[in-house]
């Protein structure tokens, strides 16, 4: 719209691929898009200046990506982040959420799916409200907690002396009753709704434990 301010979006990150993905993707958004691959840098001008919208690339989970997330939103806490994260990476998504992520995205991005996640918090004016949900049982609960610290399903079917096939049939309710997606929606439908055990060392992201 003529006359209408530029968002103001700012991307960190290492990899000069994760910068021109994006800038691709956020091209019909209009957004004026600053870049950081240094912490202090973008830190500093988020400080000075805060964005409309932070994303973070958190390839592998770096720590750097994750302080960068809970610093900003000591800052500023009604700025809006968006995390990358890695093909299935929910311990990573679990720390980008609990470090001051709102909304998570996994690799190799989709340009139309993150042109509408952006235009969407870009819009956003107040924080969103958890929906509600079909109970759980204690079992989906303890499987959806083993789900969040990244085990598989082999590993919690000889944990809880299961077979595969009955972790599975737990898994996809646990999917149905949380309408969820995907693994990485499942994590932001499970942290926002506080069905996540809280096994976050707090030194890791600079934030006080949930629930404290």
Same mark, same amino acid.
Do not use: F
């Given at each position: 719209m003529k006359g209408r301010l530029r968002k103001r979006v700012y991307l960190f990150g290492e990899k000069p691929a994760f910068w021109t993905a994006l800038e691709t993707a956020l091209k019909p958004n209009d957004a004026s898009i600053s870049h950081f691959s240094s912490k202090k840098e973008c830190l500093e001008e988020f400080a000075a200046r805060p964005c409309d919208l932070l994303i973070v690339d958190l390839d592998?989970?770096? !720590?750097?990506? $994750?302080?960068?997330?809970?610093? =900003?939103?000591?800052?500023?806490?009604? !700025?809006?982040? $968006?995390?990358?994260?890695?093909? =299935?990476?929910?311990?990573?998504?679990?720390?980008?959420?609990?470090a001051g992520a709102c909304d998570c995205l996994e690799k190799p991005l989709q340009e139309d799916r993150t042109l509408v996640t952006v235009e969407m918090l870009l819009t956003r004016t107040e924080p969103p409200t958890p929906r509600c949900r079909r109970a759980l049982t204690q079992m989906e609960i303890q499987i959806l907690q083993m789900i969040l610290a990244g085990?598989?399903?082999?590993?919690?079917?000889?944990?809880?002396?299961?077979?595969?096939?009955?972790?599975?049939?737990?898994?996809?309710?646990?999917?149905?009753?949380?309408?969820?997606?995907?693994l990485v929606d499942l994590v932001k439908r499970a942290l926002g709704m506080g069905l996540a055990a809280d096994s976050q060392d707090p030194k890791e992201t600079g934030q006080p434990p949930a629930n404290s």
């Open positions: 592998g989970c770096q !720590v750097e990506g $994750l302080e960068v997330l809970a610093d =900003a939103r000591r800052i500023a806490p009604w !700025v809006w982040s $968006l995390a990358i994260v890695e093909p =299935a990476g929910v311990p990573c998504a679990v720390k980008a959420i609990k085990k598989t399903s082999y590993d919690m079917a000889n944990e809880l002396h299961r077979s595969k096939r009955t972790i599975d049939v737990h898994r996809k309710n646990i999917m149905r009753k949380l309408r969820a997606c995907g």
